[in-house]
């Protein structure tokens, strides 16, 4: 059972356009949620993250949404450049999931394509 | 040099071989992960450890086998690789700091297993 789902496998965007990417959980436990990045041949790196305690978190071009509610986040980035292209992973935690491990759970991804 | 290094970085080996991952950091966390990511699937954590004395299951264990050898160094194991091992696998660490999850990640080491 999935319990972080990215619905869209992939996204295209022009440069300068912003791109949505989203991420939606089941876990109501989950109280803490991040993006990484990854390009081909690398290791995921650490984007942005959220705190279940807010409802949007922003860092340069990136913002971050939960709607916890809906359980839903949205990763926004704005404006979008070529040097974003990537898979984007959203992952959530809990500090109560599996006793306090604060093990990361993640979504299956999604490859942002900006287009020049 | 990079805070999280794993080798090899690629490995091609036959069904029923022994196969060891190794994974070492730098950054002096006590918190070490191994995933698995396969497409279409994300990343899966297989094993982790909060310290030398403290080896865990993940959510897909089963054909692996891990040793923390020292705070720096996690290394993953295959005893008998089948073909269906062969996928992308990330080392991860974290310190944990108060609300802090974010973890490192490695280079990762793709794996084949004919």
Known sequence: DQQVKQNSPSLSVQEG????????????????????????????????????????????????????????????????????????????????????????????GTLLAVQP | DADVTQTPRNRITKTGKRIMLECSQTKGHDRMYWYRQDPGLGLRLIYYSFDVKDINKGEISDGYSVSRQAQAKFSLSLESAIPNQTALYFCATSDWAGNSYEQYFGPGTRLTVT
């Open chain 1, 17 to 108: 356009r912003i791109s949505i990417l989203n991420c939606d959980y089941t876990n109501s436990m989950f109280d803490y949620f991040l993006w990484y990045k990854k390009y081909p041949a690398e290791g995921p790196t650490f984007l942005i993250s959220i705190s279940s305690i807010k409802d949007k978190n922003e860092d340069g071009r990136f913002t971050v949404f939960l709607n916890k509610s809906a359980k839903h986040l949205s990763l926004h980035i704005v404006p979008s450049q070529p040097g974003d292209s990537a898979v984007y992973f959203c992952a959530a935690s809990s500090k109560n999931y599996g006793g306090a491990t604060n093990k990361l759970i993640f979504g299956t």
